[in-house]
């Protein structure tokens, strides 16, 4: 083997190296399951509101796999600090909260039916919760919704206590219903964030659209 021939091939291996560097290495759906996953975990302690102004804390806002092809987006949102639901509890009147309420949303859907993924902005009473808007073009969503709410009445033998106790009760309601698309919101430090949160996205919908339909466009 001449000189020449050993640059030749020297330089075909490390043109071959670069190019897999630049790509870098393909992710797994579980992978990047897993990347968005912990992107939206970290908006967990963030502060809104609900319509009516009332401040509410992001207790959960997570994204995972159901399988077969199926996801979920979970979001949990409170005017309380905390996501224990008991079906009563004692409490003292100096811990007394004044009662509070909650819900929780559960989107479930077929990623492979997602037709856009766009930016929607921010949140619009805190401009560090960033908006994702996932466009199906039909009603491909199913939206489960269980709402909490926290009552506190008198125990009935406070005049035999130090202090008074009171008798917390949490009620719930549930409802279902379908969606055409869904918010995902997630922590914007900086500009990029949403960039890198859309193409995760994207990137989980091309892996399962072509799983779905490998002899699709």
Known sequence: MTNMQRLTIFLLMLLSFNLCYSQGASLTKEETVNYINKKLKDLVGYTSAWSNKTRVYILENNFKSLGEGKYSYNEYWSNGKTKSIKDYEWVREDKMNGG????KFERSFNAAYIKSITDAGVDSDNASIGKIKISFGSDAVKLDRTDYTQT???HPN???????WYYREYNTSS????????????PKIDSEDGKKLMKALQYLVDLEKAEDDPFGN
Request: glycine share 4%; aromatic share 24%.
């Open 100 to 103: 509070y309420s909650g819900s």
């Open 152 to 154: 506190q009445k008198e």
């Open 158 to 164: 406070n005049r035999n206590f130090d202090y008074n």
């Open 175 to 186: 409802s279902s219903k379908l969606e055409s698309y869904l918010i995902l919101y997630y």
